[in-house]
């Protein structure tokens, strides 16, 4: 056997990376492009994107596409300009740190806009359109606040994240057919700018990594290493399934 045996090799693999501009989805581009895909890089803010797709130069085919996913015309472009497609990691989505007593109707919504219709838009476009190639994986970003009360006040996070599991599910056996695959991951915390906003001070996140069996927080590459597991042939019967990468968080 020789030493280029590599079951988990994305080479001559085109993949779509959302929210790549920053965090998880960044992490995600470099490393698929490390692994021999080629990708294509979205997100919204056009200077940190610019800096992700310079570090794609070794990558067979790369792209950088800004878009608003909430936007439906931007939604639209990107689709318009993307190549066919081996597998996409829907990594964009915020998060918002509430009580529900807050959670209004309003707040809900904007919860929702970003982290499940766009990237379930999305996810319908592509298999619509049959830019997803037969064959294709698709990874959702989901998160353990979908199932775990996992921090005080994520209860309108969560529910947008378990909406996306759900669909998940439902997508996995109706491309089944097309036999495009949909899995899912939930991430415990990692960290990225996301949970540096503000809304959790400094001193609670070095509290609250000690509730984590593994003794931190997750880094965006823990994360990628699973969407890259999950877009390889390695994983080829594979589908529906969330993959938890939490440190131990919710055993
Ligand atoms: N960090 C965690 O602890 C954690 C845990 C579980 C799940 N997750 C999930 O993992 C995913 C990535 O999070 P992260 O931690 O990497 O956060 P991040 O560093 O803040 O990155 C978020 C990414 O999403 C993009 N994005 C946000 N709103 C968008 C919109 N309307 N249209 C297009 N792109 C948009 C951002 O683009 P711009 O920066 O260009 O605006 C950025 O690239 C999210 O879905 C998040 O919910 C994170």
Known sequence: MGNDYNPFSLEGKNILVTGASSGIGEAVAIKCALMGAGVAVTGRN??????????????P?????????TVAEDLERLVAALPPLDGAVLCAGNSTTLPLQFGSREKFDDMF??????PV????LMYKKK???KGASVVLIASIGGTHSFMPG???????KASLNAVMKYAAREFA???VRVNSICPGMVDTPLIHRGTITEEQLVEDAKRYPLGRYGRPE???YGAIYLLSDASSWLTGHDLVIDGGFSI
């Open 113 to 118: 806009n970003v982290n499940f219709f766009a």
């Open 131 to 133: 830019i997803l190639n």
């Open 46 to 59: 056009v200077e940190r994107l610019k800096a992700v797709y310079d570090q794609l130069e070794d990558a």
């Open 121 to 124: 838009e999305l996810l319908r």
């Open 222 to 224: 823990d994360v990628a």
């Open 61 to 69: 085919f790369r792209a950088q596409i800004t878009a608003d996913l």
């Open 154 to 160: 994520n209860g309108v996070y969560g529910a947008s």
């Open 177 to 179: 057919s097309r036999r």
